[in-house]
């Protein structure tokens, strides 16, 4: 596991056991090293990986990010004024740099985004997205074909 999603874990697990101060030092930690705004207070999955140690990727505080996802560098993952609920991410979410993901929506799973997207709208499970504002270029995928490097 990468060290920036190591501070967002230790984090995490401060954050539910009422240590609050000493997770926000890890998430300002994070912002420090690799400016990049990663919350103790959001909900990430397993193996998820950011592109570049999270280089410029902002999430917002109540933000949930499934397990196998993979998000480019300079992604911002946040909500629009006047919403309450933050975009949901599901499992096997492949976001190219650059895109913007907000408001009140839910990405299916095995879901790509093309880099510089700007995601507004739910999108429906197992398909390619890509423009601003985007359009499903693909809605039948089965097979995951992007794969995490080491």
Sequence with gaps: MRIELVLYRIGFFLNKIKLKPIAKMLSFLNR????????????????????YWGLGVVIHSNSVIGNNCLI??????????GEKKVPVLGNDVYVGAGSVIF???????????GSNSV??????????VVGNPFKIIKSDRKERYWEYDE
């Design 32 to 51: 420090l090293i690799f400016s990049a705004w990663i919350p103790s207070t959001a909900k990430i999955g397993k193996n998820v990986k950011l592109g």
């Design 72 to 81: 480019g560098q300079n992604v911002t993952i946040g909500r629009n004024f």
């Design 103 to 113: 408001g009140e929506i839910e990405i299916g799973n095995n879901v790509i985004i």
């Design 119 to 128: 995601i507004n709208k739910s999108i429906p499970d197992n398909s390619t």
